[in-house]
């Protein structure tokens, strides 16, 4: 496939001028000079513009997909299965197209631009099998002649709101799952990747309406935070799943609160690796590396601190120093580099923020930081990736900084580890690395990590689809994906059936007349 970017965007139908808002088979736009144009961090040059909604866009929408929930509820959920298979075909059929664009537009490795279309390829083929497997409960009543059960209906209409770092990935595992449970999908995507999420609109729409899809079911919503703000105070939307920062996520759960809705919330990690005295270095290297310097330290799950046993300290960080003067940084699209730039100016400018007040807290850079300059550069979006050693309680350290700065920090004991990895706002991912066997089995203990993610041997980044995906504390206490994570998107109801000719009360209360 050519990777000529013109091309990809004419195959996935991306326009000049693009819409504010489809509602699955009718595209909008809103009135006036109210676009806003989305510029490649990968070379600075101009991809297309949009259309940014209005609340009456907005309203349109909503309206339309109440009106689609109420058809599409009525599908079985094994034909709605069905319907998400054929969306993963197509998925398959687009991935290197759409993944490319994943890459030019957000700036990530083309080979995790592909990779994140294979997410949304897996979480298809998860929510064919889960259309089967809606399953509820029988349980034995305390009455005579009572049958008692459980069951799940669709819920309604699901508000997406996905962040730029997964522009298209986290938005499937939702709608996914949401479709095979009758409901519909409202999505707003990042204000700064907006373009992958119009090509997933249209591979979608061509899917829906050869199947008679009624309009409605998934539509898309591109705006502001003013669109967010509409969707967490509608209720209209009894759920809304979103993914971004803590300070976003509190935001949206207030406002979801305040009108007893749900709201299923990502938000950030502050992930740390515990990397034992009895670890493989060489394994601990690769996933040090890739967990720090992978999507340019934009991922939720990017590993931000290393806690490393005094005894092998120095020699982990001169294996370290030396890894980091091999990473290649450059166009993401060429698939030699390890790293690609940031999504933006304002996100350089964070990096560069926190890199001083790192060092203003007493943290010593073992590799130093910094803007890269130059023509390959030109976009003014790419950083080096760059190592501090430091303490845990440095305010810089309790916080997310979405960018690749590596925190090394130094331990003596195992149940220090784990209080230093636990010792931070956060709770999404973590990992130890070591062949004790006792040292594995107590971080995964109930006295062990307490995020919602903890892993032996493997690096906090790249979780699979099969298991329900989350985090705890400021991470929000959201679960996508697998395993139960289906229960969220629908109605639950307890059902008790009399078929005898009396009418006896729960717990023995007696009521003559």
């Avoid at 203003?360 to 080096?384: D, I, P, R, T």
């Amino acid at each position: 496939m050519s990777l000529n970017i013109a091309e990809i965007l004419n195959h996935l139908h991306i326009n000049d001028t693009n819409g504010a808002f489809s509602t699955g088979r009718v595209w909008g736009a809103a009135k006036g000079d109210n676009s806003k144009t989305i510029y490649s961090p990968v070379d600075g040059k101009k991809i297309a513009s949009v259309h940014m909604a209005t609340e009456a866009d907005y309203n349109t929408v909503i309206e339309k997909a109440t009106e689609a929930f109420k058809k599409w509820r009525a599908v079985p959920a094994p034909k709605r299965g069905e319907i998400v298979r054929q969306v993963g075909e197509a998925l398959r059929e687009k991935k290197q197209e759409l993944g490319a664009l994943v890459s030019y537009e957000m700036g990530k490795s083309l080979q995790e631009g592909y990779g994140e279309v294979q997410e949304m390829i897996d979480i298809c083929d998860l929510a064919v099998g889960q259309s089967r497997q809606l399953f509820g409960l029988t349980m034995h009543s305390e009455r005579p002649d009572h049958r008692m059960y459980e069951q799940y209906h669709p819920l309604g209409i699901v508000g997406i709101i996905s962040a730029f770092n997964f522009p298209v990935a986290v938005w499937s595992w939702n709608a996914a799952l949401a479709w095979v449970c009758g409901d519909v999908c409202v999505w707003k995507p990042s204000e700064k990747t907006p373009l992958t999420a119009i090509a997933c609109q249209h591979i979608v729409q061509e899917v829906f309406e050869r199947n008679d899809v009624p309009e409605g079911v998934s539509c898309l919503v591109i705006g502001d935070r003013i669109i967010g703000e509409l969707m967490a105070n509608d209720t209209r939307v009894p759920l809304i799943s979103a993914t971004g920062s803590t300070r976003m996520g509190k935001a949206v759960g207030a406002a979801v609160g305040a009108r007893l809705g749900r709201s299923l919330l990502e938000l950030g990690g502050n992930n740390a690796i515990i990397v034992s005295q009895y670890a493989d270095l060489d394994t601990v290297l690769i996933g040090a590396v890739f967990g720090a310097v992978g999507t340019a330290g934009q991922r939720c799950t990017t590993t931000r601190r290393l806690i490393i046993h005094e005894s092998i300290y120095e020699q982990f960080k001169q294996k370290l120093i030396k890894a980091y003067g091999q990473v290649r940084i450059g166009n993401p699209l060429d698939e030699h580099n390890h790293m690609g730039p940031l999504i933006d100016k304002d996100a350089v400018q964070l990096y560069l923020d926190a890199i001083e007040k790192c060092k203003a807290e007493g943290g010593q850079f073992v590799v130093e930081g910094g803007k890269l300059e130059g023509e390959q550069y030109a976009s003014g979006c790419y950083v080096k990736p760059c190592i501090a050693e430091v303490e845990n309680h440095y305010k810089i350290v309790q916080h997310e900084t979405f960018a690749p700065i590596l925190y090394l920090i130094k331990y003596k004991t195992i149940d220090e580890a784990i209080a230093l990895q636990n010792g931070v706002p956060q709770g999404l991912s973590s990992s130890i690395m070591t062949n004790n066997l006792r040292e594995a089995e107590q971080f995964l203990s109930y006295a062990g990590s307490d995020c919602g993610i903890a892993n032996v041997n493997i690096g906090t980044s790249g979780a699979e689809i099969g298991g329900a995906f989350g985090g705890e504390k400021e991470t929000g206490g959201g679960r996508e994906s697998g395993s139960d994570a289906w229960k969220i998107y629908m109605r639950r109801q307890t059902n008790t059936i009399n078929y005898s000719t009396k009418l006896p009360l729960a717990q023995g209360i007696k009521f003559d007349l």
